[in-house]
């Protein structure tokens, strides 16, 4: 569900405030956060979705580590997980057994077991996970604690959805293909760490809103401005092609209606680039607010780690409510 859209249907549901400690998305923030005592927080998320590739096995590690990226993206360690699971009836239970094979290997490379989970009949198959995580008393990174001057760094590149779109109808090859598959299966465990070493003061991952749509909850929860510069933004190797012929996912279209209504951009930007940036994600990577010091050797180090990583923006003041983007 697009942003706008998810924004009217929640209005007017918050219900009580919640207890001191805890926070959610009232706060922006992609998990659940609940005190465990003096020493830690529990963190709670849950992720599923329609098949983003052919093969159930990459379909069941994808929608793991897509699951497992919120516990992440807040410096948290994961500590189990739930499947989620629904199938029709009239295909192959080899095939889900695949997606759950899927699954469960990337759950043993993140350090947290599937202890149970949940099966439906359904039409279409549908997988992810429900996942709990732990963070240390201070460790929490939230969204919105973006400070002024701070850089944004970015630990993968963007265009999934648009690939994976041309995928679906049979127009992307071979190569690429693997590539889009390699980025979206691999973890954000690395990213995560790193971003402590090197003292983010904000992160979230990007995810379904798009780079956009995600980087403004970000300026809109710490009431700040932030400014990018799109030649800077990694960007899967023909995405740009890809969204020039028109293989732009609904989810996308709807993500940048909303997002330019709180975004400027450069004139000469075009249609595809604008379409790249609220390109919806499937594990995507991890953004982050660090000190201007910190921007590029934390980029340096996340390239070293294996991730397609670089510096993109910077944070500035935005006045009482802030909340805007400029794309350069």
């Known amino acids: 569900m697009g942003p706008a859209d998810l924004a009217t249907l929640l209005s ?94 990337t759950a043993t490379e993140a350090g947290a077991p599937i202890v149970g989970g949940h099966t439906v009949k359904d039409r279409e198959i549908k997988y992810g996970l429900a996942v709990i995580g732990q963070v240390g008393k201070g460790g929490f990174i939230p969204i919105g604690t973006a400070r002024l001057g701070d850089v944004l760094v970015l630990g993968k590149p963007i265009g999934t959805g648009i690939l994976a779109t041309a995928l679906k109808r049979g127009a992307l090859d071979s190569a690429r293909t693997a590539s889009l598959t390699a980025t979206m299966k691999r973890l954000n465990r690395d990213a995560g760490e790193l971003a402590h070493t090197h003292g983010a003061s904000a992160s979230t991952d990007v995810t379904g809103y798009g780079l956009l749509g995600h980087l403004l909850n970000m300026v809109r929860a710490a009431q700040v401005e932030a400014t ?30 909303f997002a330019s209504e709180h975004t400027t951009f450069v004139e000469t930007l075009g249609d595809p680039e604008r379409h790249i940036l609220a390109d919806p994600q499937t594990s995507g990577g991890l953004l982050m607010a660090v000190s201007e010091s910190e921007g590029e050797r934390l980029a340096a180090h996340l390239r070293e780690a294996g991730y397609v990583a670089a510096v993109i923006g910077q944070v500035s003041a935005g006045g009482v409510e802030g909340g805007r983007i400029v794309v350069r």
């Open 228 to 257: 990018i510069a799109f030649s800077a933004i990694p960007v899967l190797e023909g995405a740009i092609e890809l969204a020039r012929d028109g293989f732009v996912p609904g989810g996308g279209k709807a993500n940048l209606k």
């Open 12 to 105: 007017g549901l918050q219900g009580r405030a919640l207890p001191a400690g805890f926070a959610g998305a009232h706060d922006f923030e992609d998990v659940g956060v609940v005190p465990n005592g003096d020493r830690s927080d529990l963190l709670f998320t849950a992720d599923f979705f329609t098949p983003i590739v052919d093969d159930p096995y990459d379909f069941g590690a994808i929608a793991a580590a897509n699951a497992f990226s919120d516990i992440y993206a807040k410096g948290g360690t994961p500590l189990a997980a739930l499947n989620l699971a629904a199938f029709p009836d009239d295909l192959d239970k080899e095939i889900l057994r695949e997606v759950l094979r899927g699954g469960a290997d």
